[in-house]
């Protein structure tokens, strides 16, 4: 048997040459900004999230060039993604908000949503409903008993 000989050229994916130059052209990657962390400007981005449903670009030009800056998106997804901030609720949440909603309807009660302070707008929880309760949880909500007999 013969072996095949094979020469590589120079600057190709297996060289030295090539692998380093590779490793020398890698992006920097953007310094730390722990001024994010401050408890004005941290409230400041959590009401633009949370409350005002702001993107995470929007908040970060926006917040950039309040406080002279210079964070990047992901340093914000990552703050609050730490800070466990969220635009939406689940669907166990908002399963468990349906629940408790039939629950204090029987009596005729009002309700206002709120989580970790915020208030859920009714017309958001309305179309959680229309999406996700059939017509026959509706009329038979879960926890009752059902006079049917088989």
């Known amino acids: 048997m013969r072996s095949k000989v094979v020469k590589l050229r120079k600057g190709g994916p297996a060289s030295s040459e090539y692998m380093s130059s590779r490793l020398v052209k890698r992006k920097p990657r953007a310094p730390r900004?722990?001024?994010?962390?401050?408890?004005?400007?941290?409230?400041?981005?959590?009401?633009?999230?949370?409350?005002?449903?702001?993107?995470?670009?929007?908040?970060?030009?926006?917040?950039?060039?309040?406080?002279g800056l210079n964070a990047t998106t992901n340093q914000y997804r990552d703050r609050l993604h730490k800070w466990g901030c969220r635009q939406r609720a689940n669907n166990y949440e908002y399963r468990a908000i349906y629940?408790?909603?039939?629950?204090?309807?029987?009596?005729?009660?009002?309700?206002?949503?709120?989580?970790?302070?915020?208030?859920?707008?009714?017309?958001?929880?309305?179309?959680?409903?229309?999406?996700?309760?059939?017509?026959?949880?509706?009329?038979i909500p879960h926890g009752t008993k059902s006079h049917i007999v088989a």
Request: net charge positive.
């Open 33 to 67: 900004c722990a001024r994010l962390d401050e408890p004005h400007i941290r409230t400041q981005i959590e009401l633009l999230y949370v409350v005002l449903q702001w993107n995470i670009k929007n908040i970060r030009m926006e917040i950039n060039a309040s406080y």
């Open 99 to 139: 629940q408790q909603l039939v629950a204090r309807e029987e009596p005729g009660k009002e309700s206002e949503v709120k989580i970790g302070g915020i208030i859920i707008p009714k017309a958001r929880i309305e179309q959680w409903i229309s999406r996700n309760i059939t017509f026959t949880e509706k009329m």
